[in-house]
């Protein structure tokens, strides 16, 4: 069940997302739209010169693309992020140790990557209105799956997540939220 544009990444695209700033640059196209090499820049207060090389190696990967409706004049580039979404398993790598250590890297650095949005959330909770702080949630639950069910259960969440990605709320209280799910074989 996993969304139309759902693409699987070689290690050359996970590497690609997987450097802190690039995967900066993905979220904010991603989340505010297209945007310029100097927006990017004023939006996380690096050099032009950085942004315009990291952009390039995204770019290459197919991860980002030019959007050059957007251009008012020859010199100027916009970017916007791919329409494609990328997901990759260990499993995928297996038999290649630079692919497997390029995965192994990329699920290590999702993981801390959540854990930041997670603690940044904790650290603002006291400025937060009521209304944020009851519909922030965290769930957990035991389940006894195959790992056919866990793969149905994966689709299920990412093509419900996918509902929302595509009818953002229009409401000028709505903010950006960021949700992510793991569900992996564990013990108690």
């Known amino acids: 069940m ?18 802190p700033l690039r995967r900066r640059l993905v979220e ?11 927006r990017l820049a004023d ?16 770019a290459t990967a197919g991860v980002i693309e030019e959007a050059p409706e957007l251009a008012k004049n020859r010199r100027e580039r916009w970017w916007r992020r791919a329409k494609a979404s990328y997901s990759w398993s260990l499993a995928d790598a297996k038999g ?32 937060a209105s009521e209304q944020w702080l009851r ?9 006894k799956l195959t790992p056919a069910r866990l793969e149905e259960l994966a689709g299920r969440i990412d093509a419900l997540i996918q509902e929302y ?16 799910a793991h569900g992996v074989p564990a013990r108690p």
């Open 165 to 180: 990605v595509a009818d953002p709320s229009a409401d000028p209280d709505a903010a950006n939220v960021f949700v992510f």
């Open 43 to 58: 939006a996380t207060g690096e050099l032009p010169g950085n942004i315009s090389h990291h952009l390039k190696v995204l």
């Open 28 to 38: 904010l196209l991603g989340v505010e739209g297209p945007a310029t090499v100097g």
């Open 135 to 143: 519909a922030a949630f965290s769930t957990d639950s035991w389940l």
């Open 2 to 19: 996993s969304p139309a544009n759902r693409r699987t990444a070689d290690s050359s695209v996970i590497a690609a997302i997987h450097h």
């Open 96 to 127: 290649d140790p630079a692919a497997e250590l390029v995965a192994l890297s990329a699920e290590e650095a999702n993981v801390a990557h959540h854990l930041v949005k997670l603690n940044q959330w904790r650290e603002r909770q006291s400025e």
